[in-house]
């Protein structure tokens, strides 16, 4: 066989995993495309119910008809478009996902295929949960931290007073001031939408947390003891995190905080599991020698002591 015959066997391979490739990456977009085709068509609903927060913060603080705004002919457009990007990547997740795994598995052993699988499910689990927990808590708290500067309710009563000069009994007016501005909120749609959606993402990252670290931990690339002697500085790291995602309220950053914290330590829990059963399957193969452990376990006993 010559050196070119050679040259051309060895690149076979790498041109069908390219060929596979683009065709996995074809499907991928075109499932991506249908998502968003879909998304967009329940947009609106989807809008309402991300801005609900703020509705019900606005309503809270007096606003009988709580009111969003777009400055530009395709504000209102791309906003919807925006949210069909991301709930149509939402709705072609599990298509990109198998269409991810169908590339990678055939590399995979038989082992490996079984220890990848629960992740893959588990991730978008936790993305879903963090996400739902950004909208039903974490929004809420900002939005009446954001919002309860200003007092609503005399905002709508001096407007409904200028325009129609009648008045329900059980809105205050504010009298006029000859000096002063009155300082009112006006949101726009996609800048109200973005705080929304920043909180949905950043939530939904920081609880793959576990997930992250245990498929770490199955790698063999951090460890149970390793997590837990760096848990101070880990604290700190999530107070930073705290500080940067979320607005300047105490409660909202402790409400964060806690939650991290407390899926740290679940991946602690979780990292050390993975160590018990990878250590069992060692044993059961005569890999692990249990009188030199004892052995090395009296000497570090004895050097410890020293």
């Known amino acids: 066989m010559s050196k070119t015959d050679e040259i051309e066997d060895s690149s076979a ?28 068509t329940v947009a609106e609903p989807i809008l309402q119910f991300l801005v609900q927060p703020i509705e019900a913060t606005l309503r809270a603080l007096g606003d009988p008809a709580p009111t969003l705004q777009y400055t530009s002919p395709q504000e209102y457009l791309f906003t919807l478009f925006r949210i069909s990007m991301v709930f149509g990547f939402a709705l072609a ?5 198998y269409q991810l795994w169908r590339f990678v598995a055939p590399g995979l052993y038989k082992s490996e295929k079984g220890a990848f699988m ?18 039903f808590v974490v929004t ?13 309710s005399s905002i709508f009563a001096n407007l ?19 000096e002063g ?18 909180f949905i993402i950043a939530f939904g990252l920081c609880f793959q947390l ?18 837990g002697s760096v848990r101070k500085y880990a604290m700190v790291g999530i107070l930073v995190l705290a500080a940067l995602v979320t ?15 407390g899926l740290y330590e679940v991946s602690i829990f979780l990292v050390a599991r993975v160590e018990k059963k990878r250590e069992e399957k060692l044993r059961a193969d005569g890999y692990y020698d249990d009188e030199a452990e004892a052995d090395d376990d009296l000497m570090q006993d004895f050097e410890d002591d020293k």
């Open 140 to 152: 809420p708290l900002a939005m009446q931290f954001f919002l309860g500067f200003a007092d609503v």
């Open 210 to 227: 576990p997930v992250l670290l245990t498929l770490m931990g199955k790698a063999g690339l951090v460890s149970a003891e390793g997590l």
């Open 247 to 261: 607005p300047p309220d105490v409660i909202t950053q402790i409400i964060l905080f806690v939650v991290v914290y």
């Open 118 to 135: 629960p992740f893959l499910v588990a991730s978008p689990f936790m993305f879903l949960l963090g996400a739902s927990f950004a909208q």
């Open 93 to 97: 997740f599990p298509v990109i996902s």
């Open 13 to 40: 391979p790498l041109i069908e995993h390219l060929a596979e490739l683009r065709t996995r990456l074809i499907r991928s977009v075109i499932a991506f495309v249908i998502g968003i085709i879909v998304a967009f």
């Open 160 to 178: 409904l007073s200028a325009t129609s000069g009648d008045v329900p009994e059980e809105i205050v007016v504010v009298p006029e001031t000859a």
């Open 181 to 198: 501005v009155k300082i009112t909120f006006f949101g726009k749609v996609n800048e109200s939408l973005d705080i929304t959606l920043k």
